[in-house]
């Protein structure tokens, strides 16, 4: 069956280090999303692709990254990680204009 | 720009209870609506759907009837299971242009005690 895969779920990293989450999906969608989730919030867009080579900057892009290499996989990158991007990291997937989205499981990122 | 707002939580039911969680939205054009469930620890699942006015999206006993006159999209289930326990997030996806992304609501907790 096709899915989408995040990880590590759980991460811990320290101030100033430089932190990568994966982001894998089997839909073959050209759409893929980057989220956190805090709590008062809701989710929040950091990043977004519609296709291979192809990145946009979402609400909350400050101090993150992503690239598109290929059709299944958008890695997101914390530069310089601070403390206030401790948070719950969701990717997301779509087929087109329209369609829902699919939701990886998450990954719990704290920075000390 | 598009925005979407939902009833504040938490939302606290005894189990059988009818459930009612507000949302209404803000968008040009006539976008597509969702409602996706959170079960604790997990990511967002779809819950039900609707692509054009009047429809009605229904799934798990869940249903939701996309009025544009109101600009709403209000989820209700008649009788509510322990097991239906979860955050519940409204959200729109534009139908026109190249706009791909979803706009959520800042997400409703729902608590159903036996």
């Known amino acids: 069956d096709a899915e989408i895969t995040q990880s590590p779920r759980h991460k811990i990293t320290e101030t100033g280090r430089q932190v990568t989450l994966a982001c894998h999906q089997t839909?073959?969608?050209?759409?893929m999303f980057w989220y956190r989730q805090d709590l008062g919030h809701g989710l929040r867009l950091i990043h977004y692709s519609y296709g291979v080579q192809d990145t946009n900057k979402g609400e909350v892009s400050d101090g993150y990254s992503v690239s598109r290499s290929n059709t299944e996989d958008l890695p997101l990158t914390l530069e310089s990680a601070a403390s206030s991007q401790t948070s719950v990291y969701f990717c997301?997937?779509?087929?087109?204009?329209?369609?829902?989205?699919?939701f990886g499981p998450g990954t719990r990122l704290t920075v000390t | 720009g598009d925005s979407v707002t939902q009833m504040e939580g938490p939302v606290t039911l005894s189990e059988e209870a009818f459930l009612t969680i507000n949302c209404t939205y803000t968008?040009?054009?006539?976008?597509?609506l969702f409602w996706y469930v959170q079960y604790p620890g997990e990511g967002l699942q779809l819950l039900l759907k609707a692509t054009k006015a009047d429809d009605k999206g229904s799934n798990k006993g869940f249903e939701a009837t996309y009025r544009k006159e109101t600009t709403s999209f209000h989820l209700e289930k008649g009788s509510v299971q322990v097991s239906d326990s979860a955050v519940y997030f409204c959200?729109?996806?534009?139908?026109?242009?190249?706009?791909?992304?979803?706009?959520f609501g800042k997400g409703t907790l729902l608590t159903v005690n036996p």
């Open positions: 968008a040009t054009g006539y976008p597509s």
């Open positions: 997301a997937s779509s087929r087109g204009r329209g369609y829902e989205q699919y």
């Open positions: 959200a729109l996806s534009k139908s026109g242009g190249s706009n791909y992304k979803l706009t």
């Open positions: 839909w073959n969608h050209n759409n």
